[in-house]
């Protein structure tokens, strides 16, 4: 007779599948979207705000499997977009619990005006060098965002950062490793990604904008603002390596975190939302 194995129990369910169980003991959704704790109002609200960047992000992302310019792009890409969906998955679990909800009513069932994803997140990939910018942006914001709430007193959002940023670590080296062989490249690739500074700079000034909602969070979360000098002194730094320049093109008037967002979100919405709405409840 064997032994009872025991190796599931520190997980959120023990019978969970091996697929389901992160390496370690990380933080899994499956694990928040069971736990007693419930966050306040304030506290649900900045997670949605982080669980939809990730979200978008992921969406974008996934859109380069079998695109990507090359195979091993093509799996970085793609186990990038995983990341930021576990990363969505995580946050949007836990916001879900002080509505009552589940991560996939938030996922699957909001409106666009009720999304609170940044507009850089939904910008297209364009070429390969504008999802590069892109996620030069991002990931910097990211990394520098996670261990800043890696001393949030709220719990879950601390335990979420702790595994996120680990993986957002990956996220802008690649990025790094990726702005400097395309700005020291040739002509055309340190152009193209001239044109993706200025094309996707103008909404950068909105992930660094403070709301009131930071106000109520208190040491739950993190103003932007106070991220702000750091991403300059990274991203400069970046680009001065890779030959390139900080835009001077003036920021664009972008209001995703009150719900006012790009035209792109909507056809973002439409391909990831459809199944879920046309068919309810469908499982498999």
């Excluded at 859109?63 to 793609?78: M, N, T, V």
């Amino acid at each position: 007779m064997s032994a009872v194995d025991h190796s599931l129990d520190s997980f959120g369910d023990a019978t969970a599948s091996a697929t389901r169980v992160t390496p370690g003991n990380a933080l899994r959704p499956e694990d928040i979207a069971i736990q007693q704790e419930k966050p306040n109002d304030a506290v649900a609200r900045y997670a949605v705000r982080l669980g939809d960047d990730a979200l978008i992000l992921a969406q974008r992302l996934s859109h380069w499997i079998s695109r990507g310019p090359e195979l091993e792009e093509d799996i970085a890409l793609g186990n990038i977009a995983l990341d930021q969906l576990g990363h969505a998955r995580s946050f949007l679990s836990y916001a879900a619990l002080a509505w009552d909800k589940t991560e996939d009513d938030l996922a699957y069932f909001r409106e666009e005006e009720e999304f609170r994803s940044l507009h850089m997140v939904e910008q297209p990939n364009g070429d390969f060098a504008a999802t590069i910018v892109r996620q030069l942006v991002i990931s910097i914001y990211q990394h520098l965002l996670y261990t800043a709430l890696l001393e949030s007193s709220d719990e879950t959002i601390a335990a979420i950062s702790a595994k996120a940023v680990k993986e957002v670590d990956y996220h802008r080296d690649h990025a790094i490793m990726w702005t400097l062989r395309l700005g020291l490249g040739t002509e055309e690739s340190a152009r193209r990604m001239r044109d993706a500074l200025d094309n996707l700079w103008p909404y950068v000034g909105e992930i660094f904008e403070d709301e009131a909602l930071h106000a109520e969070l208190g040491d739950a979360g993190v103003a932007p603002s106070t991220l702000r000098a750091a991403w300059d002194e990274e991203f400069g730094a970046v680009l001065a390596d890779a030959e390139l320049s900080v835009p001077t093109v003036p920021y664009a008037m972008a209001r995703g975190r009150r719900g006012e967002h790009s035209e792109h979100l909507g056809f973002i919405l439409a391909e990831m939302q459809v199944l879920a709405r046309k068919h309810p409840g469908a499982t498999w």
